[in-house]
């Protein structure tokens, strides 16, 4: 019984994280084109004291954070004036999974194209996947890192097009835990 409710529980999150990445991503992305060509790492750090993580960001690259209480999640942006963004949408898991399957993903939210799926290590202990995908919220061709770590999905998304940008910062990012 206790193993069919922490089921239904990380499928009424995932429902729950998937509305409102929908609703974030709807609000937040208008781009322009944008030629392919890497990103310059700058100096500029970015740190989460909440979630205790770091990045650094691409040079002219800032960081806006959200937080929607109605279903607890939270949304870190990363962005320049070039229309150029990377969203990390952060949300309260009732388990801590140290791996994330595709097929947990897909049992949870089943019409999600998941194509081209690498795996992703966070940490020592956790692992995630990095996939493309067709999400409307980004003109239907987007790139995702997915992963569990404490207790918190992270989901960062953004056009398939500035994949490079979003593996320059992932590079990067580290959970300082002291």
Do not use: C
């Amino acid at each position: 019984m206790i193993k069919i409710l922490k089921f239904y529980n990380f499928r009424l999150s995932f429902f729950i994280l998937i509305f409102a990445f929908l609703v974030f991503t709807s609000m937040l992305f208008i781009y322009k084109d944008h030629k392919d060509d890497s990103p310059v790492i700058s100096n500029t750090s970015y740190t989460n004291s909440t979630y205790k993580f770091s990045a650094v960001l691409p040079e002219g690259f800032a960081a806006r954070e959200f937080e929607d209480a109605v279903t607890g999640a939270d949304t870190v942006v990363f962005e320049n004036d070039k229309g150029e963004a990377i969203q990390t949408l952060i949300t309260p898991m009732s388990e801590d999974y140290k791996i994330l399957t595709v097929e947990m993903v897909k049992t949870d939210v089943p019409n999600l194209k998941i194509e081209k799926v690498e795996s992703v290590e966070i940490g020592d202990d956790y692992r995630g996947l990095a996939f493309e995908s067709d999400s409307p919220a980004f003109g239907g061709a987007s790139r995702e890192v997915w992963f569990v770590f404490k207790s918190n999905l992270y989901q960062i998304s953004t056009y398939k097009k500035f994949d490079h940008i979003l593996k320059s910062i992932f590079a990067t990012w580290q959970f300082n835990l002291r």
